[in-house]
């Protein structure tokens, strides 16, 4: 199967050294990333995430501020995000469609989510030195700030830009260019996973600006609603295409018996159907809550 191809391939390439070729810096060896522009953020976060983790628990008490429910789910994004552009994952993904694929849903689908719902503002201002932090939420609150943060974390804004990221970016002649300009792949990464975490980020934590809990639940599941629309139309289109999109896109798919064409549909496949039935779990979640809780008394489903 190609799936259990792809993971052969993944175990072989951290096992033995091999040539790399490619718009990636990666250790000839050994096939991981050391591009300072993705891990320099990455690491950034990290730091951050934990020194003001310590420091509030430090003074409100271990798992105040935030839980250790979050603190988890930060780790567990964090490092998922950062095995998904390190990894040799990430240099196979220059050569298939599927393994490129597979790291973006990493990213928008696993990583993004479980960082929203651990709601890094909190601790990475706390990881301020203490005369500072007054002055960055003054910064913050600036007009010129905070007006623009309340356009793009509107839920209905946060769901275009999360489509637009996903659409523009498999337009065939994007696409292509971030296979040759490393600039361009840095900027595609950062933009699915920054407007996913937006995404998350509105349907975890977004203000309710009057609303009930119940309300915010029921746009979020018409959020997921309109996502899972969307996406299962371009993963659809990639799978039933009769011609490749991105010709580049697919120099290993023959070492996976495929076709640059049946790696395309591979692709389509694991848009539609993996990310969907993810997508499809959060809106079931939501819409669970939406029915039977709104400000703490439950409701009965009708039958």
Not at 45 to 63: D, K, M, N, S
Not at 158 to 178: E, N, R
Not at 221 to 247: E, K, N
Not at 257 to 282: H, K, N, R
């Amino acid at each position: 199967m190609p799936a259990l191809k792809l993971l052969a391939l993944l175990l072989a390439l951290l096992a033995q050294p091999a040539q790399a070729h490619g718009i990636s810096d990666v250790d000839p060896g050994s096939l991981w990333s050391y591009d300072p522009w993705l891990l320099a953020p990455l690491y950034a976060v990290g730091i951050g995430f934990y020194i003001g983790t310590q420091r509030l628990w430090r003074h409100a008490g271990g798992g105040r501020g935030v839980s250790f429910r979050q603190v988890a789910a930060f780790w567990t994004g964090w490092l998922t995000a950062a095995l998904a552009v390190t990894s040799p994952l990430h240099w196979l993904g220059e050569r298939l469609f599927a393994a490129h694929m597979v790291e973006h849903e990493l990213l928008m689908v696993v990583a993004a989510p479980l960082m929203a719902f651990a709601r890094i503002n909190g601790p990475m201002l706390w990881s301020l030195p203490a005369s500072f932090r007054p002055a960055a939420g003054r910064i913050l609150n600036l007009p010129i700030l905070a007006a623009p943060w309340r356009f793009v974390s509107h839920p209905m804004s946060a769901t275009i830009l999360h489509g637009v990221a996903l659409w523009v970016w498999h337009a065939p002649p994007l696409y292509a260019w971030a296979l040759e300009n490393t600039t361009i792949h840095r900027l595609q990464h950062i933009s699915f996973f920054v407007s996913a975490l937006l995404f998350w980020w509105v349907l975890l934590h977004g203000r309710g600006r009057g609303r009930s809990t119940r309300v915010r639940d029921g746009i979020a599941v018409a959020c997921l609603f309109i996502t899972i629309l969307h996406s299962g139309v371009l993963g659809a289109l990639l799978t039933v295409s009769p011609r490749v999109w991105i010709p580049g896109q697919s120099a290993f798919a023959g070492e996976f018996g495929l076709s640059a064409l049946e790696d395309q549909q591979l692709a389509g496949i694991l848009m539609w159907v993996p990310m969907g039935i993810l997508y499809t779990g959060a809106g079931l979640f939501f819409a669970h809550r939406w029915l039977t809780a709104n400000n703490g008394h439950s409701y009965p489903l009708l039958v």
